[in-house]
């Protein structure tokens, strides 16, 4: 289910490689009455590319050009360069502006950004391929896209991103940026580094036996896809990321000991304990990922107050609860109002309740 967004007449999308350009097909193809879409790029041609591909409808030469009179900005460029291009993008936009990001890493940001028009944003998809030339209409389908909001986001900044993503075909998420980051470690920045040491190991073994090893198993095809990933992108995400993806080496450092202590030990029985646990995480994330069953309505009763809308959605998000969608009903005197969520599944539903009223808030089916 992707809900209809509210018709954006202009959206800005500073940085139109292989996530910006499909930020600009998709929102061409699925997005309400979009007006008009610009794009910048500092690289030579590509905003130009962009154009012809027709993920964008005009290049634009600046930043500021872009996003000037824009009602939603994406900044999808290297994440060394995102707190400058947003600060420079927040001076130009108006005050009902959205401004977010798609970078790898959110702590960094989301610290140095204090300004409640901007989200931080991170959708998980991508390839090994990059480049404008690769972008696809289709590549956020049914991926996550989190959010991360704070006490400063307004409710109805964070109803039209968390709406605008969706529209993308993403399923948005709020999450806390420290706890963002901590995953992200994990199950993004960690699996790379992986890749590159193995394949280091791998070229080294059949380097020794003068290239005479021709044949590699789709296991070791499946690990490395991401082996030598653009090397000027890699170095800012495991820079800014860098307090999360040590501890995390550190502990598959750990685990790899284990293995080896129990190979040279000659300790089957340790083996098959070790094998049989990485069999039932793995059960448990693949079992994360299953969404199903109808979608049900929750209506929120909230005082209009700046930080309640993220609070209850970094809850959510924090307690694993998808939001399908979400929609604003302010009263009439504007000091208090409603907030719908649909979420998935019965299970989904009756979490949300008691997590919300857990926070203080009148919550009931609707």
């Given at each position: 289910?992707?809900?209809?967004?509210?018709?954006?007449?202009?959206?800005?999308?500073?940085?139109?490689?292989?996530?910006?350009?499909?930020?600009?097909?998709?929102?061409?193809?699925?997005?309400?009455?979009?007006?008009?879409?610009?794009?910048?790029?500092?690289?030579?041609?590509?905003?130009?590319?962009?154009?012809?591909?027709?993920?964008?409808?005009?290049?634009?030469?600046?930043?500021?050009?872009?996003?000037?009179?824009?009602?939603?900005?994406?900044l999808a460029s290297p994440v060394a360069?995102?707190?400058?291009?947003?600060?420079?993008?927040?001076?130009?936009?108006?005050?009902?502006?959205?401004?977010?990001?798609?970078?790898?890493?959110?702590?960094?940001?989301?610290?140095?950004?204090?300004?409640?028009?901007?989200?931080?944003?991170?959708?998980?998809?991508?390839?090994?391929?990059?480049?404008?030339?690769?972008?696809r209409e289709d590549l956020f389908e049914?991926?996550?896209?989190?959010?991360?909001?704070?006490?400063?986001?307004?409710?109805?900044?964070?109803?039209?991103?968390?709406?605008?993503?969706?529209?993308?075909?993403?399923?948005?998420?709020?999450?806390?940026?420290?706890d963002h980051d901590r995953l992200l470690?994990?199950?993004?920045?960690?699996?790379?580094?992986?890749?590159?040491?193995?394949?280091?190991?791998?070229?080294?073994?059949?380097?020794?036996?003068?290239?005479?090893?021709?044949?590699?198993?789709?296991?070791?095809?499946?690990?490395?896809?991401?082996?030598?990933?653009?090397?000027?992108?890699?170095?800012?995400?495991?820079?800014?990321?860098?307090?999360?993806?040590?501890?995390?080496?550190?502990?598959?450092?750990?685990?790899?000991?284990?293995?080896?202590?129990?190979?040279?030990?000659?300790?089957?029985?340790?083996?098959?304990?070790?094998?049989?646990?990485?069999?039932?995480?793995?059960?448990?994330?693949?079992?994360?990922?299953?969404?199903?069953?109808?979608?049900?309505?929750?209506?929120?009763?909230?005082?209009?107050?700046?930080?309640?809308?993220?609070?209850?959605?970094?809850?959510?998000?924090?307690?694993?609860?998808?939001?399908?969608?979400?929609?604003?009903?302010?009263?009439?005197?504007?000091?208090?109002?409603?907030?719908?969520?649909?979420?998935?599944?019965?299970?989904?539903?009756?979490?949300?309740?008691?997590?919300?009223?857990?926070?203080?808030?009148?919550?009931?089916?609707?």
């Amino acid at each position: 289910m992707h809900a209809e967004p509210t018709p954006t007449s202009r959206i800005a999308i500073i940085g139109v490689g292989l996530i910006g350009g499909s930020i600009g097909l998709a929102a061409h193809s699925r997005v309400a009455d979009v007006g008009e879409i610009v794009g910048f790029d500092p690289a030579p041609g590509v905003a130009e590319a962009a154009v012809k591909l027709g993920a964008i409808d005009r290049a634009a030469a600046t930043i500021e050009e872009a996003a000037r009179g824009a009602e939603i900005i994406v900044l999808a460029s290297p994440v060394a360069t995102l707190v400058e291009n947003a600060r420079i993008a927040l001076d130009c936009a108006g005050p009902e502006a959205v401004i977010t990001d798609v970078g790898s890493t959110k702590r960094e940001i989301v610290a140095a950004i204090d300004d409640p028009r901007f989200i931080g944003g991170h959708p998980i998809a991508g390839a090994e391929t990059a480049g404008v030339e690769h972008a696809r209409e289709d590549l956020f389908e049914d991926s996550t896209w989190f959010v991360t909001p704070t006490p400063n986001t307004t409710g109805t900044g964070l109803e039209r991103l968390m709406r605008f993503t969706n529209a993308l075909g993403a399923q948005p998420h709020a999450v806390d940026a420290a706890d963002h980051d901590r995953l992200l470690a994990d199950v993004s920045h960690l699996p790379h580094v992986l890749a590159n040491a193995l394949v280091t190991q791998a070229a080294g073994t059949i380097n020794a036996e003068d290239g005479r090893v021709t044949v590699v198993g789709p296991s070791f095809r499946d690990a490395t896809r991401v082996a030598g990933a653009n090397s000027s992108i890699w170095r800012d995400i495991y820079l800014s990321n860098h307090d999360a993806l040590v501890p995390a080496i550190d502990s598959v450092i750990n685990s790899l000991a284990e293995f080896r202590d129990a190979l040279k030990e000659g300790d089957g029985d340790r083996i098959v304990e070790l094998n049989e646990r990485a069999k039932t995480d793995r059960q448990s994330l693949l079992e994360q990922d299953l969404v199903g069953g109808e979608v049900h309505e929750l209506r929120v009763s909230v005082p209009n107050q700046p930080g309640v809308l993220a609070n209850i959605t970094l809850a959510l998000g924090k307690a694993g609860v998808n939001i399908v969608d979400m929609a604003l009903y302010p009263a009439a005197d504007m000091r208090s109002g409603a907030i719908s969520l649909w979420v998935p599944g019965e299970e989904a539903a009756a979490k949300t309740e008691a997590l919300i009223a857990d926070l203080g808030f009148p919550v009931a089916r609707a």
